[in-house]
């Protein structure tokens, strides 16, 4: 039977992006708490009652609250960093009228115990609070303006993780080796990569964003068998010249449908793309004599050498209903005696000094 590449906790696991509406919406209210508060300054310089200055206060005031509400709903589901500093920031927003409403009733019962209708502040000091008003609502704007940026980050991941949980699915499906395998040749890709980057080759290559978007990307390697006829793809004998031809189109048609989803969150170290580069590149050989392009040595990208030697191994060590399966020994032999023909010598290299741990994951990942 084979196995699910993806489990339901991981599924749960891709985070939910917010609507934008509700960012917009905060940074509206926000915008005009910040021309409120510019317009209570010029009607205290004015010398506006006391009393209508009281009620743009508590208007203010209203606002203030309701964007901290509406912003704390938000955070209760999005436990970001940048909400909480936006938390903190209209906190502060909402902290000012109060203080400026001290800052009112001080003067008046400085001069009267009754409301007056004018202001007595006649020194303009009170622009002074133009300074938090702005630096509050241009920090706002900054923390809104970054959690749209992030949203938008957020929404394409989940889309690039739904997409590629859809192409694991149907790659499984048309696959006419086990699920293992797929399980597998990503973790040897794993092992693979983390040897060649420890003996101190492709180590700009091979950070640890790449290596993690490579083993993300090895199970979609033979997707492009989803266009290879059933009669061929699971013919139990050897397949004739025309039949052979037709097979190895697989790794053009890879090649082909993940490049019609271009859904790239990460540039060249998107998972879409290093897959692309897999599946079409992981049957070409080390001397130029393998295909669909003949590319030879570094020409090939490092991705599909990894996988190539990866699947390579996985092939022969295992049993099938047309063959048995190689021992480790002889597969590391038929592999090193490939050296420079059809893989990448650096590569094979790091089979020879990780041979314990393929052991352990063959083992590990077993056929039933």
């Avoid at 902290?95 to 001080?106: Q, V």
């Avoid at 989803?226 to 013919?235: E, Q, R, S, T």
């Avoid at 590319?295 to 295992?318: P, Q, T």
Wanted: with cysteine; glycine share 6%; net charge negative.
């Amino acid at each position: 039977m084979k196995s699910k590449l993806f489990t339901s906790s991981q599924q749960r696991g891709i985070q939910l992006n917010i609507a934008s509406r509700p960012l917009q919406f905060i940074a509206g209210l926000s915008a005009l708490v910040f021309v409120l508060n510019f317009t209570l300054e010029v009607l205290v310089s004015y010398g506006a009652s006391y009393v209508h200055l009281v009620q743009v206060l508590c208007l203010i005031g209203i606002l203030s609250v309701w964007v901290l509400v509406e912003d704390l709903l938000i955070l209760r589901l999005h436990d970001w960093s940048l909400f909480r500093v936006l938390t903190f920031l209209l906190m502060i927003q909402l902290a000012l009228p109060i203080l400026r409403m001290g800052f009112l009733a001080f003067d008046s019962q400085a001069v009267s115990s009754e409301w007056l209708p004018h202001t007595q502040e006649q020194d303009n000091w009170h622009y002074l609070f133009l300074a938090p008003y702005s630096l509050i609502f241009m920090g706002i704007h900054r923390s809104i303006v970054s959690l749209f940026t992030l949203n938008e980050k957020v929404h394409a991941q989940n889309t690039e993780k739904q997409m590629l949980m859809t192409l694991n699915a149907l790659a499984l499906a048309r696959d006419n080796e086990t699920g293992n395998h797929i399980i597998r040749t990503q973790n040897y890709v794993k092992s693979l990569a983390l040897r060649l980057r420890m003996m101190g080759h492709y180590v700009k290559e091979l950070n640890d964003q790449c290596i993690d978007t490579l083993y993300k990307a090895a199970p979609l390697h033979d997707i492009g068998k989803v266009g290879i006829p059933d009669n061929i793809l699971n013919k139990m004998g050897r397949l004739s010249d025309e039949e052979w031809q037709i097979m190895k189109s697989h790794a053009a048609i890879g090649e082909a449908v993940l490049s019609s989803a271009d859904i790239e969150v990460g540039g060249d170290q998107g998972v879409v793309k290093k897959a692309i580069q897999i599946a079409g590149g992981h049957h070409e050989k080390w001397d130029g004599t393998g295909y669909p392009r003949g590319l030879k040595g570094n020409e090939i990208s490092l991705s599909a050498r990894i996988m190539a030697l990866a699947d390579v191994y996985d092939a022969l060590v295992s049993e099938r209903v047309y063959k048995s399966g190689w021992s480790h020994e002889d597969a590391v032999k038929e592999i090193v005696s490939k050296r420079g023909i059809h893989f990448d010598p650096l590569v094979v290299d790091a089979l020879i000094a990780e041979q314990s741990n393929f052991q352990e994951i063959a083992n590990k990942y077993r056929d039933n």
